[in-house]
């Protein structure tokens, strides 16, 4: 079974540093990947997948990951964080051989941007 | 993002009470989830409609009864929940074999049983 590993629970970073938050799944089987933002007291809102082509996948807000197989990772980098980056950030992978809906999620990284 | 809207957003409830959480999609999706989020724990998938049947009930206690009438509405009924129930509760949309499945995210009601 497919399983998602965020290693860091929380990484405090000062506004304008670059950052990279790190995920690694279990599987080397087909897989759609996925990076989720959740601000306090909302919902999940997808910042960007992979389903195929291009490793290199940009999102929303000037954050974009990359699609590791060999390293089975999908790391999330920007370059520059803002305050407003604060947030909870989810990797999510779900089987594309695996019809049955499951989107496995890791634990999350609390990232904290500091003046 | 209103694609995806959940009310009541935040509900306290005795352990007596019934209640229901509501979550209507307007993407035209034709699968939708029910997740519980706890502090400190992983999100957990709780229900999954697809074509308005039930495809998943992930060991749920019988306290949480969903209904879906239709592919854009998806109810949670609450009955004689325990405090442990307390947690965010997410309903999430996506449209069936294509876009890879991507699921949407409503903003949550948060259920605090007392």
């Known amino acids: 079974a497919q399983s998602v590993t965020q290693l860091d629970s929380q990484v405090p970073v000062f506004e304008e540093a670059p950052v990279e938050l790190r995920c690694n799944y279990s599987s080397s089987v087909s897989v759609y990947l996925f990076w989720y933002v959740q601000y306090p007291n909302q919902g999940l809102q997808l910042l960007l997948k992979?389903?195929?082509?291009?490793?290199l996948v940009k999102g929303i807000n000037g954050f974009e990951a990359e699609f590791n197989k060999s390293q089975t990772s999908f790391h999330l980098r920007k370059p520059s964080v803002h305050i407003s980056d604060t947030a909870e950030y989810f990797c999510a992978v779900s089987d594309r051989e695996d019809s049955s809906y499951k989107l496995i999620f890791g634990s999350g990284t609390r990232l904290l941007v500091r003046p | 993002e209103t694609g995806v809207t959940q009310t009541p957003r935040h509900l306290v409830m005795g352990m007596t009470n019934k209640k229901s959480l509501k979550c209507e999609q307007h993407?035209?999706?034709?699968?939708m989830y029910w997740y519980k989020q706890s502090a400190k724990k992983p999100l957990e998938l709780m229900f999954v409609y697809s074509l308005e049947e039930r495809v998943e009930n992930n060991s749920v206690p019988s306290r949480f009864s969903p209904e879906c009438p239709n592919s854009s509405h998806l109810f949670l009924h609450l009955h004689t929940l325990q405090p442990e129930d307390s947690a965010l509760y997410l309903c999430a949309s996506s449209q069936e074999g294509t876009d890879g499945d991507t699921q949407y995210f409503g903003p949550g009601t948060r259920l605090t049983v007392l």
């Open positions: 993407l035209g999706h034709n699968a």
């Open positions: 992979y389903l195929s082509g291009s490793t």
